[in-house]
């Protein structure tokens, strides 16, 4: 029989309150290891034309909605080239226009052999010319338009800023780093599982995180196929619900992987009184009614593992508070 510590005791004929029975259950075999928080979002923007920082709204920790303008540079020279490209795209219109109307003239004389064909062609020739330029300035005003559109730097998705690289006033160049930002929305972690027991992680595909008294059911495991020749183990990466519990990238966490069953002793996680640092339930039987101490174990759905102080067949109270009241109402009756 397991031993615990008796609280407080009262033989009484019957109670009052609900019972479950202490059994056995098939509960899941964990192996469980560190693992680090990373956002599945996360990207530094860099820099795609030259310019100066004019505006930069948002610093770290601020919250960015999808689309918003987090950096604006000073735009003279780009709106300068747009200008020049506009005023060549002009310029070639007209050229085509010179040149298509030249040679729907020959057309006509040709037909009425008024021309020679080789001035037929040398018109053919001088549209077609006309065109290709009128194609590369068009090219050139969107290549314009780009280049002025990039001075305007904006969320590619919604997140907070993690760094700033830039500063207000800086000059920037096309690959520079600007700003880092993630979003707290979509979340993973990242844990490395010893050689021996890829296997059987890697069979069972089940991983659960645990952040603080809370069971989280990892919606996906992604296994690295390349183990690290200096630790001997294999990168796991663990989707997370999300919607979850507050947790941020860089978090230690966690990670029990199911590697295969075994039985644990399960009572309701009702049941369990705490007070302080001492966990307790109050046992029931048919004379009497015990407060006692036991030490537990994880959560595994509305149940709890109990390590130490039951044994299999014995009852505990559902209802812990009528339990109490009750058994201190036998105690004063005495």
Do not use: C
Not at 36 to 45: L, P
Request: glycine content about 6%; hydrophobic content about 45%.
């Amino acid at each position: 029989m397991v031993t615990g510590l008796l609280l407080s005791t009262q033989a009484v004929p019957a109670v009052p309150f609900p019972t479950a029975d202490v059994v056995y259950e098939v509960a899941p075999r964990e192996r469980i290891w560190d693992g680090r928080i990373e956002a599945v979002n996360q990207a530094t923007v860099s820099a795609q034309t030259s310019g100066r920082i004019a505006e930069l709204p948002f610093d770290v920790n601020d919250f960015v909605d999808a689309g918003e303008v987090v950096m604006r540079f000073t735009d003279t020279e780009q709106r300068a080239a747009m200008t020049r490209a506009e005023a060549a795209l002009e310029e070639a219109r007209a050229r085509y226009a010179e040149a298509d109307q030249e040679f729907k003239r020959f057309e006509r004389m040709l037909e009425n052999q008024t021309v020679s064909r080789a001035r037929f062609d040398q018109a053919k020739a001088n549209r077609e010319a006309a065109q290709a330029r009128l194609n590369a300035a068009r090219s050139g005003v969107a290549t314009a338009k780009e280049q002025l559109e990039y001075t305007v730097v904006r969320a590619p998705y919604a997140g907070i800023v993690a760094k700033r690289h830039v500063e207000l006033g800086e000059l920037v160049s096309p690959g520079q780093p600007l700003i880092t930002g993630l979003s707290l929305q979509s979340l993973r972690v990242n844990v490395d599982v010893p050689q021996s027991m890829f296997h059987a992680v890697r069979t069972i595909g089940k991983a659960v995180v645990y952040i603080d008294d809370e069971r989280i059911a990892g919606t996906e495991l992604t296994f690295f196929p390349v183990a690290d020749t200096a630790a001997n183990t294999f990168r796991v990466r663990v989707e997370l619900p999300d919607g979850g519990p507050a947790l941020y990238p860089g978090m230690i966490v966690k990670v029990g992987f199911i590697v295969g069953e075994t039985k644990r002793l399960l009572i309701p996680a009702v049941a369990v009184v705490r007070r302080s640092e001492l966990s307790a339930v109050y046992v029931a039987s048919d004379d009497r009614v015990t407060l006692r101490q036991v030490r537990l174990g994880r959560l595994y759905g509305d149940s709890i593992e109990v390590l130490s102080g039951l044994s299999e067949g014995e009852s505990v109270a559902t209802d812990p508070v009528s339990a109490g009241i009750y058994l201190k109402e036998a105690t004063g009756a005495q």
